[in-house]
């Protein structure tokens, strides 16, 4: 862990019953289990497609295997945040962590490509569920620095395991491509931990009498509406890189690969630097979506593959540093009672975007000509929503209710 993100167990918390870094670091590992659905079993399409070549249909239905739950997350997560302000937070994180394990090794067994695919489904449900639990608890245990800290080591560990969980992927998909799914196991390990070591959070008087008023839905659509876009701009390089360099001459799969850690590495690098930042997240948004594309326009408008890296590069710190800010300005913009449909509709808007990203590329590709078009129009629509957040930065900011730390 960096020693910007490392934070002492004594530091305040919103909630005195959580001590030590235990809690964070299920929480933390929570937030990963996503990440495992969505990278896992690429390195095995081949394969799969290769098991289920005689299914009709087959070459539509297999590389849904791979990008189905991220939709379903996409869609369920604004219930599954009802659910968390209904149910409770913990008691939903640890049945659907159990869930998560069930049906993502379901396909350990399951003969039929239908089958498996109406499994990844219920795993995006079961995903939807833990990523608005763990986000939601940290803003429950948390407050202030702290909490800031703790978003942003959120990202570093999602950038950090989605290279490890590539990794893993392939080295599980030489005995098999079933053989990847076993990982999902790891949920039946971290569910009783959670149950035993996670704190039931409790409101507090003020935020239970803040409760009282009505869900602020005006003020998360425009944070909502910022995170789709900013979750595009997030999954561009991950996403097209290793296509960018193949228009580029680049076949060696090593370097690609090496391109795409040292790309992961930045987002960490950004998320370390978001935990040393003071100002307010909505002041340092236009600055952050420039940066972004800036990275754009150096990868897109150049044919050489060393500026194509730095681009990426500069991309990708930029990123680092606008994920944890965004959902920061929207933890801030909730108390107790509302913060699990909040994160709902956060985390929903973020993971359509990473669903969207591919396809509009596509169809920029397709209009342009290149990829490395749509990676300059990508770039200037950046630099335009970086423009058109100026004025943001200037406004009073409204005041919250003292229980929710004020960062924005």
Known sequence: MPASAALP???HTGDPAVWGRLPAV??????CLPILGAVLIAPVLPRMQDEFQHVPGSAALVPLVLTVPALSLAVLAPFAGVLVDRLGRK???VVAT???ALFGTAPLWLGSLVGILLSRVLVGVAEAAIMTCCTTLIGDYY?????DRYLALQTMCASASATLFFVLGGALGSIGWRAPFWLYAVGLLLAPAMARVLPTPHPTAESATAGQHPFPLRRMAGICLLTVFGAMVFYTVPVEMAYLMDDLGVRSTGVVGA?????SAATVLGSVLFTRLTDRPRRRMPALFLLCAVGFLLMGATDHVALVIVGAVVNCVGTGLLLPSLLTLALSRLDFADRGRGT???TAAFFLGEFACPLALLA???MLGTLASAVVLLGLLTMLVSAALLPLTRRSPKTLPQHVPESI
């Open 259 to 263: 391109v795409t850690a040292l790309a």
């Open 9 to 11: 167990a004594h530091e």
């Open 98 to 100: 159990v869930l998560y």
């Open 143 to 147: 407050s202030g620095r702290t909490r």
């Open 364 to 366: 920029a590709k397709g």
């Open 91 to 93: 008691r939903l994180l």
């Open 344 to 346: 709902g509709l956060w």
């Open 26 to 31: 299920l929480l933390m590992a929570g937030s």
